[in-house]
């Protein structure tokens, strides 16, 4: 029983210490609304559409990979807060400058992906439809379901607590929803070229320089604490 309770005790306390870090993810909402803002083609839409694009068929089977992105994004980052606070920070970082140079992206050169017409009835043609309802066909370069996966397998290939087992689980995981986006015809092969770019880019100037970035605010954070302790 008493090992129970301290059991629990240290649940609570791990719980505790990262639920402040963990709502700094909270700060991604309003990014979103700017995507639905774009997601139009009242600037024009450019198709990246290729050869090899044709050449890939649908497979409506991979609405599975490229829906378990919701859940996998939440489930790596809440893994980076508890095991390496430094890595998730640069990699929630990444994340918010991937969205905005995103957004910048769509504003100002926005793209279009044809997809199908689909009729049958079965449940993965209606759960592809969904999603086909509730996102445009536009705000596809680069595409964002490729550059946050990616960020994710830039995040574990940077941490300390790296390793078979969950690089393994983050690169795998990552690859299906990559690929997914084009068998499902949400992206197409430059969409997901760009996302891996944008991810590598960004996050190797996050790892630059963020460090510096991330001790100025700490210091000048202490250094308000400070002054308001001398106040009282």
């Known amino acids: 029983m008493e090992k129970a309770i301290i059991r629990e005790s240290a649940v ?5 210490e990262n639920i402040l870090p963990l709502s700094a993810m909270a700060c991604l909402a309003p990014l979103n609304l700017i995507y639905v803002a774009l997601n139009n083609s009242e600037r024009g839409a450019k198709s990246l559409v290729i050869s090899l694009d044709n050449s890939i068929p649908f497979v409506k089977a991979f609405i599975i990979p490229y829906i378990i992105w919701y859940g996998f994004i939440f489930l790596t980052m809440l893994y980076l807060c508890c095991k390496d606070r430094d890595i998730y920070y640069k990699t ?120 510096r970035v991330f001790s100025w605010i700490k210091k000048q954070f202490l250094s308000l604490m400070m002054k308001k302790k001398l106040e009282i």
């Not at 609570?12 to 505790?16: E, G, I, P, R």
């Not at 960020?151 to 393994?168: E, F, H, Q, T």
Request: glycine letters at 6%; proline letters at 3%; aromatic letters at 14%.
């Open 12 to 16: 609570y306390k791990k719980l505790k």
């Open 92 to 211: 929630l970082t990444s994340y918010a400058l991937g969205l905005i140079a995103s957004y910048i992206t769509f504003y100002f050169f926005q793209t279009t992906v044809p997809r199908p017409e689909l009729l049958e009835g079965d449940i993965l043609t209606r759960m592809v439809n969904s999603i086909y309802s509730a996102d445009q066909p536009y705000n596809c370069f680069p595409s964002i379901h490729v550059l946050t996966s990616f960020l994710m397998v830039k995040g574990i290939m940077a941490s300390n607590v790296r390793n078979k087992v969950n690089m393994s689980l983050i690169w795998i995981t990552s690859f299906m929803i990559i690929i997914s986006t084009v068998f499902i015809k949400q992206h197409v092969v430059f969409d997901v070229i760009g996302g891996i770019v944008y991810a590598d880019v960004i996050f190797r100037v996050v790892e630059l320089y963020g460090g």
